[in-house]
């Protein structure tokens, strides 16, 4: 049997409607963060990939998310750094980025 993975959100390019537009650390080792922005689908324990250092990509986590009324794509999440990019290069390989 094999382990189903998780829906991957790629937002290492910002477009309109589709964007981490504000980021605050919540934890002091900066792997909790709090992030404000737009896109839609985006579900507990699915995982945000953002743009990270030297170009590469940093997965995420989302371990709560609340959507906006108004307007309605917008999102606030509290996302765990989740460091491991074997898991993004599956993610790659499977075609799902």
């Not at 937002?11 to 589709?18: D, L, N, R």
């Not at 080792?29 to 324990?45: L, M, P, Q, S």
């Not at 959507?67 to 999102?75: I, K, T, V």
């Amino acid at each position: 049997m094999s382990k189903k993975l998780p829906v991957a959100h790629d937002f290492t390019k910002s477009e309109w409607g589709h964007a981490v537009g504000a980021w605050y650390p919540k934890s002091k080792d900066g792997r909790i963060v709090e992030a404000i922005g737009h896109g839609c689908g985006i579900e507990k324990n699915h995982i945000i990939l953002i743009k990270g250092p030297n170009g590469g990509q940093s997965p995420y986590i989302v371990r709560e998310i609340e959507y906006y009324l108004d307007p309605s794509d917008m999102w606030k999440a509290q996302l765990e750094y989740n460091g491991d990019i074997k898991e993004v290069q599956m993610y790659q390989q499977k075609g799902f980025l």
